[in-house]
């Protein structure tokens, strides 16, 4: 028996080539399911092996999204994780004008990633689309990127605009470069710190200059963060540690 039988498929929330993502009900419990098809195995298998671990070793995080379940029938593959009710990513919220609640956005984002940080998982695509909102919750989704660090795996993966110029790194400092570049936009009107629509070769020669648009966010200790963050030697930006003693000492006037 296919085990997706015991959900029931009620809505599309999003359709990219290698997932589509659903909203599902099993009996009144609401649930939402990522399907991947063959071809993309390795994804899947990607965010099955995170998730696995963090629920045999019964790990979580309020900023982390819930594993339900995995399991593969025939040639599809299948991620059950928590329904969140009135949810929307980053890319498509309309952000507080507070100054104060877009960093703490930031702050919930980064201990988010400090949890996936202290387990030794990279996220490897940190970017809007993958921060969801509810209320006052900020949750990180989409682990079809991630791996253990210290498996040394070279893969440029993610999303190019979130690269850091040297994309086949796989230390931590990878996600703090990505997290750079969505606190810029975060606090500056969702403007990205360079021209997104540059091709390759141009993109990363802006980064290996960090010749980026300045962040005119009003309070400066948040500017300087972030331009660390996106710093092209890779042992000179922030840890996600250091990154929250800055966050939690920015305090209200």
């Known amino acids: 028996m296919n085990p997706i039988m015991k959900y029931n498929l009620t809505k599309v929330i999003s359709e990219e080539p290698h997932s589509t993502v659903w909203v599902c009900k099993n009996g009144d419990e609401q649930f939402v399911a990522k399907i991947y098809s063959s071809e ?5 298998k990607n965010e099955n092996a995170i998730f696995k671990y ?12 819930k594993l339900i379940e995995c399991f593969q029938y025939s040639e599809t593959f299948y991620t059950i994780m928590e329904y969140i009710p009135n ?14 609640k877009l960093i703490n956005i930031c702050k919930q984002i980064s201990e988010g990633i400090c949890f996936l940080h202290n387990e030794g998982i990279l996220h490897h695509d940190i970017k809007l689309e993958n921060v969801l909102m509810s209320q006052n919750r ?3 989704i ?17 999303t190019e605009t979130y690269w850091p110029p040297y994309p086949w790194s796989v230390d931590l400092s990878y996600d703090i470069y990505s997290l750079g570049v969505l606190f810029y936009e975060i606090c ?12 390759h070769e141009q993109l990363n ?3 290996m200059k960090e010749d980026y648009r300045q962040s005119k966010f009003p309070i400066e200790t948040m500017n300087i963060l972030i331009k660390n963050m996106m710093l092209t030697n890779s ?17 209200h006037n």
Do not use: C
């Open 142 to 158: 989409d682990f079809d990127m991630s791996f253990f660090y210290q498996q040394k795996e070279v893969n440029t993966g993610g």
């Open 54 to 65: 963090l629920t045999e070793n019964k790990k979580s995080h309020k900023n982390i999204i």
């Open 188 to 199: 500056n009107d969702k403007r990205l710190p360079f021209n997104g629509n540059l091709k």
């Open 205 to 207: 020669f802006i980064k």
């Open 87 to 100: 949810v929307s990513n980053l890319y498509e919220s309309v952000l507080p004008k507070d100054n104060y």
């Open 138 to 140: 900020v949750i990180i």
């Open 40 to 44: 993309y195995k390795k994804l899947w």
């Open 235 to 251: 042992d000179r930006r922030p840890t996600i540690r250091e990154i929250l003693l800055v966050l939690n000492a920015i305090k």
